[in-house]
């Protein structure tokens, strides 16, 4: 589990995963400039760190190194989130909790969030099923032919978690 970022640290990989691109010390120290008063050292070091903690890759070019993020912010914060819901003696009280924090476009959000890791809504088998059609007759034809993938996975499941993976 990642450790909140400290200020700087953020302040750096918010640069990194806004620019989606390897990026130099020399690049980052020049934007971090128009806010506050920081030398190069600084940021080297700091990139240095975030490199040693897996934040960052780095390749050599020429006598420096270009930096580029590891993952995105979007799973940075999924992380810390997990991490605290985790810890909770209460799971379930925590996430009643936060749910009450959020904003309503924040409420939106989640549900869109629960809608795409559940997936489409099972569809309604035929009333009328056709004799020409053997395959929506027996459900069972259509699990093992695959073609009905709301009959492989009936309760819309996350397809990767079939597997075992459950995405934690």
């Not at 600084?42 to 760190?49: A, G, K, S, Y």
Request: avoid cysteine.
């Amino acid at each position: 589990m990642p450790r909140p970022l400290g200020e700087l640290e953020d302040a750096v990989m918010t640069r990194v995963w806004k620019w989606n691109r390897p990026v130099t010390v020399r690049e980052v120290l020049e934007d971090l400039q128009q806010e506050r008063s920081i030398a190069y050292t600084t940021v080297m070091t700091v990139l240095d760190n975030l490199h040693q903690k897996g934040w960052v890759r780095r390749e050599a070019e020429g006598r420096a190194y270009r930096y580029e993020a590891v993952s995105t912010r979007a799973a940075y914060a999924a992380a810390l989130m997990n991490e605290a819901w985790t810890q909770s003696d209460n799971p379930a009280a925590a996430l009643v909790a936060f749910f009450g924090m959020m904003s309503p476009e924040q409420r939106e959000a989640l549900r869109d969030a629960v809608r795409m890791v559940q997936g489409p809504e099972e569809t309604p088998a035929p009333q009328n099923p056709t004799a020409e059609n053997p395959a929506t007759e027996n459900p069972a034809v259509e699990k093992q032919s695959g073609e009905n993938p709301a009959v492989e996975n009936p309760v819309g499941e996350n397809p990767a978690a079939a597997g075992g993976e459950t995405g934690r």
